[in-house]
T-cell receptor, first 113, second 117 residues
């Protein structure tokens, strides 16, 4: 059974800092890995999707890396802003291309102005 | 871009009543939709996979008679919480897989807050 873990559970940083969020998964035979953002009381916004054959994806100030062999992914946020404050979730498919997702418990990020 | 709409966004119901949540894919067809539940400060947990024209597949521990899922068309899946109890209060999110989109992309709804009083 795939288990997804995110560390830390919560993180508070001053504005402008670069930061790294961590995600680990137990079964390295993943199809892809996806990072989401969730604002309080809201649904999910997909940030980055990394295919199993890729090592990283970039979108603006966000960079996600994937190391399948070690079962790890990181989300790097450069020059953090208060608007980045949210919960960040990583997720992997349960199997094949079925696209049911197993989510980590999330990292609650607070960027202080 | 593709949009998944959930309705209602917020609902309060009395204990013992039933409440229906709709999940619609607005500009694409979705053979498969997924329903997740999220309790406060916890991650999303998959409840069931909804397949158009057939019975839903429920995850272990999810009562299929309590959480009725109907996927009658390629753009609509409904989740009905029957005989709701306060412990069913949660955030319910659906997602839909675009059959024809690149890489079978999945899109998420905005979620529905259910409070049972």
């Amino acid at each position: 059974k795939q288990e997804v873990t995110q560390i830390p559970a919560a993180l508070s940083v001053p504005e402008g800092e670069n930061l790294v969020l961590n995600c680990s998964f137990t079964d390295s035979a993943i199809y892809n890995l996806q990072w989401f953002r969730q604002d309080p009381g809201k649904g999910l916004t997909s940030l980055l999707l990394i295919q199993s054959s890729q090592r990283e994806q970039t979108s603006g100030r966000l960079n996600a890396s994937l190391d399948k062999s070690s079962g790890r992914s990181t989300l790097y946020i450069a020059a953090s802003q208060p608007g980045d404050s949210a919960t960040y979730l990583c997720a992997v498919p349960l199997g094949g291309s079925a696209r049911q997702l197993t989510f980590g418990s999330g990292t609650q990020l607070t960027v202080l102005p | 871009g593709a949009v998944v709409s959930q309705h209602p966004s917020w609902v309060i119901c009395k204990s013992g009543t039933s409440v229906k949540i709709e999940c619609r894919s607005l500009d694409f067809q979705a053979t498969t939709m997924f329903w997740y539940r999220q309790f406060p400060k916890q991650s999303l947990m998959l409840m069931a996979t909804s397949n158009e024209g057939s019975k839903a597949t429920y995850e272990q521990g999810v009562e299929k008679d309590k959480f009725l899922i109907n996927h009658a068309s390629l753009t609509l899946s409904t989740l009905t919480v029957t005989s709701a109890h306060p412990e069913d209060s949660s955030f319910y999110i659906c997602s839909a897989r675009d059959n024809l989109g690149p890489g079978n992309t999945i899109y998420f709804g905005e979620g529905s807050w259910l409070t049972v009083v």
